[in-house]
């Protein structure tokens, strides 16, 4: 194996490390709603309003970001992200009033549009010939601090309330420390990486895929994303709600139970890419999606135990979708990297917060209890993941074309030389005897 296509661990461990302070610190918003719900008297719409208005933020500006970045990369933007998650949690830790709060989560969302496209695009260029797995940890970073987000919410918010969110959020300061030293890894190393990469894979297997079938496969992966991250926001936002309505569970407890749901998700994650890589990703992508229906439609009428035990399952099978199709995704358009991660990353965000308050409509007409009931058939769009090429067969008969093309054209060279020779000799023979006819 070439040096150029070895897995840089230390940064992808950079990555991950970063990923985990981002996410963990952009988690609080949803951890501490309780508390946000119980000072400003908001409804669960306006719980809704709130996730909507940072994740839509965050949804539409990944894309472009992520555009951005593949025309001119700048390396640069990692740390400014950090900088605006900081500055958005600050904003929150005083504001006054629900507008001020709005405010606080469109700035929390421009941070996460800005890091995660081109924390991505690094994860592929210090991944090499292991994309899937180079995903999964640096997903498994952002899994693992959304996690801890609860936990922290438990440790800081209920015991100094609110305001107790900005000195917290200095941890991201750590991050853009990081960060700096990962742009310059990228500047000097990495767009050679990601540029060589992109070239052997082009030289290796040129895919003939049409332009048609590459949109409706994007189509179908987006798609995918939309059911995995709608249902998902029901356990984001709404899970403590639900635990603490149907089963009269402290806050503190539905918290960690949360927490143990996140970190099932993190480990799924983290399992994701590994298997893509060594199955191929359109059967993981099919066996997470499809395969976690059976216990998303039992879970709204199990007893608390299997409740805790059905939503640890979910949350490990649903999470290892996400790298498969993010890879699958940015395989399917060689040379976009950034702009596919920013489309999936994004489009994971705004899913996640159209659900949210479209289920925090359905919450305060109908119940809590009915969000997981209705939300519970989602997973069957992962039927559509049928319909999706297989990238690994594409590649195979790109290659066995280029070898039949390559033994054609050494037959048909080597058909020339050897009439050549034939006529070379032929001309000598005749040359011989006529010297010969004119000796004698």
Known sequence: MRQIEKPVFAVLLAICFCHLIN???QSLLVAM???????FHLTFAQ????T???QLTASLLQPLVGLYADRRPTPASLPVGTLFTFAGLCAMSIAPSYRSLLAGACVLGVGSSIFHPESSRVARMAGGSRPGLAQSLFQVGGNAGSALGPVGAAIVVLRWGRRGLGAFSTIALLSTMVLIGVSLWVRRHGLVRLAGSETRRAARAPSPLSRATVSASIAILMLLIFSKFVYLASFSSYYT??????FGV???SAELLLFAILASAACGTLAGGPLGDRFGRKKIIWASILGVLPFTILLPYASLFWTGVLSVIIGFILASAFPAIVVYGQEL???RVGMVAGLFFGLSFGAAGTGAALMGKLADAMGVEQVYRVSSFLPALGLLAAFLPNLGAVEQSAETSGSLKADEREQASGSLKADEREQASG???????DMRRSAG
């Open 241 to 246: 709600f639900y635990l603490m309505h149907r």
């Open 52 to 54: 909507m208005t940072y």
């Open 23 to 25: 996410d963990m610190l």
């Open 333 to 335: 358009i060689p040379g």
């Open 47 to 50: 719980i809704g309003l709130l």
């Open 33 to 39: 709603y309780p508390a946000i719900k119980a000072e």
């Open 250 to 252: 402290p806050v503190r």
């Open 427 to 433: 001309s000598l023979k005749a040359d011989e005897r």
